[in-house]
C-alpha cells in the first residue's frame, strides 16, 4: 500500500471515530454588507467565534451559508469554504471540516472535488434539488459523490429545500461503504425514525448519527432509539441553531451526551425549541430562518447586519418581537458576555 493510500485511509478512520465520539458543528452563515459583498472580516471573526467555543467542526456551503453562493454571478462558494478553512488550520486543535453539496451528480461531484482541493473531511449530502429521482437514482448520485470524498447524509425539511425520502432509501444509502454520519433533519419524527430504523438494519455500527432536528435538539440526544433489539442514539449535532448562542450549545452537548432524560434537561429542551421557533421563524414556514440567525449575531456585533443574498429575505412581521421575548425569557442560553469579552480579538 503507497503512502498516499495510507495516509487517506487513516484520515477516513479518525474521521469515523471523531464523529461518532459526538461533536457539536455549526452550521456556518455567510456574512456580507449593505451591498451585498462577501464582507471577508466577518466572515473569519464567525468562524474564530466557533472555534473559541469549542465546537468540534464546522458545516459550512450548507443551507445556512445560502446556497446562493454557488450562483455563478455571486460565485462565493470556493472563497467562503477558503476562508473557513484557512481559519481552522489557525486553530490548536483539530476540527472536523464539513462543507455542503448539492446539485445533480456532475454539480456535486465537482463541488466534492473542491472540498477535496481545500483539505474538507467530507461532504454534507443535499438531495433537494433531485426532487423527481427515485431510489435507484438517488444512491447512484450518492455513490459518485462517495467515490470523491466521504459523505454525510443530510435529510433535509422540505419546507426550506429538501424532500421526502423513504426509508427504503435511507436503507441502501447506508450500504455505501464511504458513508460516515447522518444528519436528521426532517423536523419529523416518523421521518426521524425512518433513518434511525435502517442505519440498525443495514447492521453497521460505524455511521455516526447526528440530530438537525433543530426544533427538538435535547429530546433528540437523550433518546434511546431502539429497534429489533439494537439501540442507537444521536451522538451530536450539526444544526444551524448552534451557529448562535454556541459556547452555551457546546456546553449543553456535553451535558445530555449518553445522558438519560430528566425533568430539567427536558425543560431546558423546550426552551431551546422556544428560542429555535423564534430565530427560525415557525409561524411563518420559515420564511425568515437565516435572517433570524443574522438578527442574533447583528445584536452580539458579529455581523453588521440581517442581510441575505436573495433581498427577499428578511425577517417576517412579528419575528423581531419572538427574538426580544426569548432573548429575556432565557438569559441562561445566550452567551452575550462570552461574544463581547471576545469580539474585537475575532474581528481584528
Known amino acids: 500500500m503507497s503512502e498516499a493510500t495510507l495516509s487517506e485511509a ?19 452563515p455567510l456574512a456580507i454588507t449593505s451591498s451585498r459583498r462577501l464582507d471577508e472580516r466577518r466572515q473569519r471573526a464567525l468562524t474564530r467565534y466557533y472555534i473559541a467555543s469549542g465546537v468540534g467542526g464546522l458545516a459550512v456551503g450548507v443551507h445556512t451559508t445560502q446556497f446562493a453562493i454557488r450562483n455563478p454571478k455571486i460565485g462565493l462558494f470556493k472563497p467562503v469554504l ?8 489557525r486553530a490548536n486543535r483539530p476540527l472536523v471540516r464539513i462543507a455542503g453539496v448539492c446539485g445533480e451528480t456532475a454539480q456535486a461531484v465537482a463541488e466534492s472535488q473542491v472540498l477535496q482541493d481545500l483539505r474538507y473531511h467530507a461532504a454534507l449530502l443535499s438531495l433537494g434539488t433531485m426532487r423527481e429521482a427515485d431510489d435507484d437514482n438517488l444512491i447512484s448520485h ?74 427538538n435538539i435535547v ?31 457546546v456546553e449543553l452537548l456535553v451535558r445530555c451526551r449518553n445522558a438519560d432524560a430528566s425533568p430539567e434537561l427536558l425543560r431546558i429542551g423546550v426552551e431551546v425549541t422556544d428560542c429555535n421557533a423564534a430565530f427560525f421563524d415557525a409561524a411563518n414556514g420559515f420564511r425568515g430562518c437565516i435572517a433570524g440567525l443574522h438578527e442574533v449575531l447583528r445584536r452580539q456585533g458579529l455581523l453588521e ?36 469579552n471576545h469580539r474585537d480579538e475575532w474581528l481584528r
Open 142 to 215: 450518492c455513490r459518485a459523490v462517495a467515490e470523491v470524498i466521504p459523505v454525510v447524509g443530510f435529510y433535509l425539511q422540505p419546507s426550506v429545500g429538501g424532500r421526502n425520502l423513504s426509508y427504503a432509501f435511507w436503507r441502501l444509502f447506508a450500504e455505501i461503504e464511504n458513508v460516515v454520519a447522518i444528519k436528521i433533519a426532517p423536523f419529523n419524527r416518523y421521518q426521524t425514525q425512518d433513518v434511525v430504523r435502517a442505519v440498525i438494519d443495514s447492521g453497521r455500527d460505524d455511521i455516526a448519527l447526528y440530530t438537525g432536528n433543530d426544533d
Open 10 to 28: 487513516a484520515t477516513k478512520t479518525s474521521l469515523r471515530f471523531r464523529m461518532l465520539t459526538g461533536l457539536a458543528i455549526p452550521a456556518h
Open 305 to 340: 447586519g440581517t442581510w441575505c443574498l436573495d433581498e427577499s429575505e428578511t425577517l417576517s412581521p412579528g419575528q423581531m418581537a419572538e427574538i426580544d421575548r426569548v432573548y429575556e425569557a432565557y438569559p441562561h442560553l445566550h452567551d452575550d458576555e462570552f461574544v463581547a
Open 219 to 249: 429530546a433528540d440526544f437523550l433518546t434511546p432509539f431502539r429497534f429489533a433489539d439494537q439501540e442507537l442514539r444521536m451522538v451530536g449535532g450539526l444544526l444551524g441553531h448552534w451557529s448562535v448562542w454556541t459556547k452555551r450549545a
Open 82 to 89: 477558503q476562508l473557513a478553512a484557512e481559519e481552522m488550520d
